[in-house]
T-cell receptor
């Protein structure tokens, strides 16, 4: 069965801490992995990863994919209260038009 | 300018009714999607349309039917609403089907009483 598993499910840290969120997957014919941030409303795009070992970076956020071990991590350094959100991992896979499956998300709470 | 818009934002209705949610994107994208997010925040894809053709149709009840009058619009019709249909429904769009970035609408919170 195709699946995407995120860990931890929730995380509470203090401002300034560094966090690492995990996403592992088991799919047939992997095509890409995406990270989204969801605050109170709609998910917003963070990164798309297709190649192993190439880090994507945006400010204090970075992400990397390991296609051999079938996982990705999302790092957030020097966390701020505005980073509090649910972080969603999604995997696009399969042949032809493909399929998309989301993990259940990691809820990050950053305390002042 | 809103990239992906949905109406209504909130919808409260009785069991058994039929309702529609509208979605429009002004990004010129070829692919649009409908997602359901349940109370546990689990996001699940329901449908996607590429150039007005249904591409992914997950195992959703046939009470749900997507309708796309043109590539900028993808509406969701729901017949005979049930309590379990209560959720937030998100519309999204992307440039193509390559699994790239999707732009989400603000969501429609549907409550079935």
């Amino acid at each position: 069965e195709d699946k995407v598993v995120q860990s931890p499910l929730s995380l509470v840290v203090h401002e300034g801490d560094t966090v690492t969120l995990n996403c592992s997957y088991e799919v047939t014919n992997f095509r890409s992995l995406l990270w989204y941030k969801q605050e109170k409303k709609a998910p917003t795009f963070l990164f798309m990863l297709t190649s192993s070992g190439i880090e994507k970076k945006s400010g204090r956020l970075s992400s990397i994919l390991d296609k051999k071990e079938l996982f990705s991590i999302l790092n957030i350094t020097a966390t701020q209260t505005g980073d509090s959100a649910v972080y969603l991992c999604a995997v696009f896979y399969g042949g032809s038009q493909g399929n998309l499956i989301f993990g259940k998300g990691t809820k990050l709470s950053v305390k002042p | 300018d809103t990239a992906v818009s949905q109406t209504p934002k909130y919808l409260v209705t009785q069991m058994g009714n039929d309702k529609s949610i509208k979605c429009e994107q002004n990004l010129g994208h070829d692919t649009m999607y409908w997602y359901k997010q349940d109370s546990k925040k689990f996001l699940k894809i329901m449908f996607s349309y590429n150039n007005k053709e249904l591409i992914i149709n997950e195992t959703v009840p046939n009470r749900f039917s997507p309708k796309s009058p043109d590539k900028a619009h993808l509406n969701l019709h729901i017949n005979s609403l049930e309590l379990g249909d209560s959720a937030v429904y998100f519309c999204a769009s992307s440039l193509g089907l390559g699994g790239g970035e999707q732009f989400f609408g603000p969501g429609t919170r549907l409550t079935v009483l």
